[in-house]
């Protein structure tokens, strides 16, 4: 079975710009939660989708937002990039019918960099 | 406000000795802690995780050990090995559909 791909893998974007990642989450896998990694904050919680709709969401401004497809894919889009969204964005599939937590798969992430 | 607090950023210990990872919380409401586990360059893998109604689990080398009057939970890796040298990030949640909040880490280094 597949597992989670991001793309694109690497990304450079200067300040004001938006931008667009991608994730396609394993096959028949329903939630995908998003995750930006900073080597001070560790992993913060972005926002989660299930079956098309946001379930949770956290405590990010509203520059940052998300949609999840019927095909269950998602993408996040960052508008007027600031230096300080540089960092490892991290997408995690879930299994059908919910999530168990042992069954949330992560992706190899997409590293933004901000100029 | 850190939630879920991991307090050392690395660790060093010798091979076949015991690495123990610490992890603190705040909030009482969490129900369910994980452990996972991430290499340079990649996403990270669960590891090993342990509900509110439990106090220690076993998955061959791991055991993570719950106190929670103390709101604190420990990783246990016994013996310790190279492939082990990772960084373990601590998380926790409040319910199945809740999201999910991690630690910032611990660099765990398996010296020769």
């Known amino acids: 079975k597949a597992g989670v791909t991001q793309t694109p893998r690497y990304l450079i974007k200067t300040r004001g710009q938006q931008v667009t990642l991608s994730c396609s989450p394993i096959?028949?896998?329903?939630?995908v939660s998003w995750y930006q990694q900073t080597p001070g904050q560790g992993l913060q919680f972005l926002f989660e989708?299930?079956?098309?709709?946001?379930?949770n969401k956290g405590n990010f401004p509203g520059r940052f937002s998300g949609r999840q497809f019927s095909n269950s894919r998602s993408e996040m889009n960052v508008s007027t990039l600031e230096l300080g969204d540089s960092a490892l964005y991290l997408c995690?599939?879930?299994?059908?019918?919910?999530?168990?937590?042992?069954?949330?798969?992560f992706g190899p992430g997409t590293r933004l960099t901000v100029l | 406000d850190q939630q879920v607090k991991q307090n050392s950023p690395s660790l060093s210990v010798q091979e076949g000795r015991i690495s123990i990872l610490n992890c603190d919380y705040t909030?009482?409401?969490?129900?369910?802690f994980l452990w996972y586990k991430k290499y340079p360059a990649e996403g990270p893998t669960f590891l090993i995780s342990?509900?509110?109604?439990?106090d220690k689990n076993e998955d061959g080398r791991f055991t993570v050990f719950l106190n929670k009057s103390a709101k604190h939970l420990s990783l246990h890796i016994v013996p310790s090995q190279p492939g082990d040298s990772a960084v373990y990030f601590c998380?926790?949640?409040?319910?199945?559909?809740?999201?999910?909040?991690f630690g910032k880490g611990t660099r765990l280094h398996i010296l020769p």
């Open positions: 995690a599939s879930s299994a059908p019918g919910g999530r168990t937590y042992n069954e949330q798969f």
């Open positions: 096959s028949g896998h329903r939630s």
């Open positions: 989708y299930f079956s098309e709709t946001q379930r």
């Open positions: 909030n009482s409401m969490f129900d369910y």
């Open positions: 342990i509900s509110s109604i439990k």
């Open positions: 998380a926790a949640s409040r319910s199945r559909d809740d999201k999910i909040i």
